[in-house]
Nanobody
Framework: QVQLVESGGGLVQAGDSLRLSCAASGRPFSDYAMAWFRQAPGKEREFVATINWRGATTISTAVKGRFTISRNNAKNSGYLQMNSLNPEDTAVYYC????????????????WGQGTQVTVSS
């Protein structure tokens, strides 16, 4: 199995950028597809982006053009570059992993990090 730890969250102003990181340990990171989800207070967990071991990606329409997902298998790490942030992006952001193909459903992911808070002020 794999253990995931997110970092890079914080408080920013609208229009700013943040880069989230997901550090993996355990089995080789290249065995996994990874994804980013987010959850705002009172809302369900929402798909943001996913990437397979070769770099193929799927991005949510809510963030397409502003967010980019990437990974570095040699460093056992994944990333979410977030640009042009707005208050609607405020949420806890989670990194997740699964051994099969890409999925946009959180229930398909057995491995999760603890989350990192992103707060965007207007």
């Amino acid at each position: 199995q794999v253990q995931l730890v997110e970092s890079g969250g914080g408080l920013v102003q609208a229009g700013d950028s943040l880069r989230l990181s997901c550090a993996a340990s355990g089995r080789p990171f290249s065995d996994y597809a990874m994804a980013w989800f987010r959850q705002a207070p009172g809302k369900e967990r929402e798909f943001v982006a996913t990437i397979n071991w070769r770099g193929a990606t799927t991005i949510s329409t809510a963030v397409k053009g502003r967010f980019t997902i990437s990974r570095n298998n040699a460093k056992n790490s994944g990333y979410l570059q977030m640009n042009s942030l707005n208050p609607e992006d405020t949420a806890v952001y989670y990194c997740a992993a699964r051994t099969l193909q890409l999925s946009t459903y959180p229930t398909d992911y057995p491995y999760w990090g603890q989350g990192t808070q992103v707060t965007v002020s207007s």
